[in-house]
Structures are given as C-alpha cells and as structure tokens.
C-alpha cells in the first residue's frame, strides 16, 4: 500500500505535522494526491503549520486584522482581496523576514565576536524580537489612514514595544535602501512614512514613560549604529528604561 492511498485526512495530518512551509511546499509537490489535499484543505494546514513554525504569530495575525480592515476601508464595494488570507500571512513573513536579514547586514553584529562568544551572529531570540517589532510597525503604519485608532495602538505599547517601534523605524527610515529582491517589501509605495513620523513624535514628546530608551546610555562598541533593543548582549539595557520615567 502507497502513502497516497492513505484515507485523505491521514494525508491532511501529514501536512499539519510538517515542521514549517519549506516542507509543506515540498509535501504538495510530491504528487497530485498530496497537492490536491493542499488545494483543499490549505486554510486548515497553514494555520497549524504557522503556530510551530512563526514565532511572531500573534504579532502577524493582528497585521493581518489591520490589513483586512484597512482594504474594507479603502473597497467597500469591491470583492475579496487578491491574497487570501494564508496567502497574506506567508507574503508578510517574507517581508519580515527580508527586512530581518537586511538589518543584520547593516548592523554586522558578528563583528562583535568579544561581545558575543561562540555564536556572534544574528540568533534566533534577536530575529524574533526584531520580526516582532517589525510587526508591530507595519499593523501601525497600516493604521494611520485612521489616526485615532494608529494612536490607540501607541498608548497600548509599553515602553519595551516603543523602544522595539523606534528603532525598527530608524532604521527603516534611514538605513536601507529599499532593496528587497523579489519579497515584495518597498518602504516607498506610502503606507509607511506617516507611520515613521508618527513614531518619532510620540517618542520625542513630553511623557518621560514614551522616550526613556532614548535616555539609556548604552556603550557603543555594544551597540552597532546605535541600535542595540534586539541583541541578546544588551537585554539588561531594557531594565533600565523604568529609571528614567
């Protein structure tokens, strides 16, 4: 007896067990069983695929709510948006995770071997935290055509999340050139610059509790271009920011 002659639910639990989308493309392209199993049942899949294998899951599914919301806003007369929403979810991770790898191409943290020991490069604590921010930028740059709701999500944050937001957004503002390949990123289509502002403002403002990472004298061999929120050397930095509310 062939795996494909397996009931179509034991194939469907295959996919669900897969480790991460890597393996789920390779599993559909195995044979048409196995791709007509993914055509049908592709939302059930992804979903349980994407709870192993995004550690930011949560982070990309309140991008998505914000991206579904803001397409309502902009189309209340047209149908569906283009992606589905598995679809939405897997092209926001390629962004995510193109940004990811061009902020580590900026900031070379592996150049601070002393700092670091065995593993200098980019780890994957640090991605997360990075991806995560990047979330959290995206969900409140696609929030500002409604600016009540872009504030909301600000005072929501607390200082650890600003501190991620402000530095994600220096950067995006000022240290890339907005090439991505072919992920789909571009810091330039609009969607984004209102949200930079809005960032550097709130974090600029009187209110002692929205800066105090600005205020944290962080040495500068530790922190590359003055980011420093995501490495793991410079984590005990983040307790300090209560200090100077």
Sequence with gaps: MSIIDLPPEILCQIFQSTADFSAVNTLARTSRAFHSIWLANSPAIFYLVALRALPNFS????????????????????????????????????CASAACKH?????????????RGDNPGLRPSERARFKGSFYHLW??????????????????????????????????????????????????????????????????????????????????????????VFFDHTQHYLGQISAHW
């Design 103 to 115: 902020w580590d191409e900026v900031c070379q943290v592996h150049h601070r071997a002393h700092l």
């Design 59 to 94: 982070d990309a599914e309140r991008l998505i709510a914000a991206q579904e919301e803001a397409h309502t806003a902009a189309h209340p007369h047209s149908p569906e948006p283009s992606l589905s929403r598995h679809e939405r979810f897997l092209f926001d991770a390629r």
């Design 139 to 228: 969900t409140l740059c696609t929030l500002c055509n409604t600016r009540p709701q872009a504030l909301n999500f600000l005072v929501a944050c607390d200082p650890v999340e600003l501190a991620g937001l402000d530095e994600v957004a220096t950067w995006a503002d000022g240290y890339n050139e907005n090439e991505f390949g072919d992920s789909g990123l571009d810091f330039m289509d609009g969607t984004w610059n209102a949200g930079f502002q809005m960032i550097d403002q709130y974090c600029a403002g009187d209110k002692k509790e929205n800066c105090g990472h600005r205020e944290i004298p962080v040495a500068g061999d530790q922190a590359p271009l003055r980011f420093w």
